[in-house]
T-cell receptor, first 113, second 111 residues
Framework: EADIYQTPRYLVIGTGKKITLECSQT?????MYWYQQDPGMELHLIHY???????EKGDLSSESTVSRIRTEHFPLTLESARPSHTSQYLC????????????FGPGTRLTVL | GQQLNQSPQSMFIQEGEDVSMNCTSS?????WLWYKQEPGEGPVLLIA?????ELTSNGRLTAQFGITRKDSFLNISASIPSDVGIYFC???????????FGAGTQVVVTP
């Protein structure tokens, strides 16, 4: 069973606020990912990391930023939230090369008013 | 980037029926993954396929990695109400781990 956690699960916030979405995994996985998903739609990769101090932008442009200071922790930050940022944000992790299954957290549903 | 075409987009079936869905691409994949997502939750991995022609089962689920490496299918036998959800295929072209996801197949099971 995958041990990957996201907080908060739900967040309603006003425009212009700074927010940080937390993601932690206890599996020691090197690779971590952030996806953005609108309800019932496909997943879009917005950030990923190969390990500590490694961060890369994904296929979908995003105004968010990420950091990877510790293996188990991969937070996502929005400096100034806007209504267009309303979406579900999913965090995932995988062991690394040779074992490609990604395990997902439960997601954070963000609503920006 | 590569596009995965997943079909059907949705299925409304009666309990006990079998369900079949597939994903196709113009690109070759080294890995196919099938996930299920329930409302308000993250996707849960159902089956992973690593070799062309591979046929793998997980309970009532069976998935196959196409011989051409450009397609995969998922079957659910004898559906039950808890099979309701959105099923996503995902393909991996290289070891860098950037999955390409299909648009999903929504399955609705009626008693």
């Amino acid at each position: 069973e995958a041990d990957i956690y996201q907080t908060p699960r739900y967040l309603v916030i006003g425009t212009g606020k700074k927010i940080t979405l937390e993601c932690s995994q206890t599996m020691g996985h090197d690779k971590m990912y952030w996806y953005q998903q609108d309800p019932g739609m496909e997943l879009h990769l917005i950030h990923y990391s190969y390990g500590v101090n490694s961060t890369e932008k994904g296929d979908l442009s995003s105004e968010s930023t990420v950091s990877r200071i510790r293996t188990e922790h991969f937070p996502l930050t929005l400096e100034s939230a806007r209504p267009s940022h309303t979406s579900q944000y999913l965090c995932a992790s995988s062991v690394g090369f040779g074992a490609d299954e990604q395990f997902f957290g439960p997601g954070t549903r963000l609503t920006v008013l | 980037g590569q596009q995965l075409n997943q079909s059907p987009q949705s299925m409304f079936i009666q309990e006990g029926e079998d369900v079949s869905m597939n994903c196709t691409s113009s690109s070759i994949f080294n890995t196919w993954l099938w996930y299920k997502q329930e409302p308000g939750e993250g996707p849960v991995l159902l089956i992973a396929l690593y070799k062309a022609g591979e046929l793998t089962s997980n309970g009532r689920l069976t998935a196959q990695f196409g011989i051409t490496r450009k397609d995969s299918f998922l079957n659910i036998s004898a559906s039950i109400p808890s099979d309701v959800g959105i099923y996503f295929c995902a393909g991996l072209t290289d070891s860098w781990g950037k999955l390409q996801f299909g648009a999903g197949t929504q399955v609705v099971v009626t008693p």
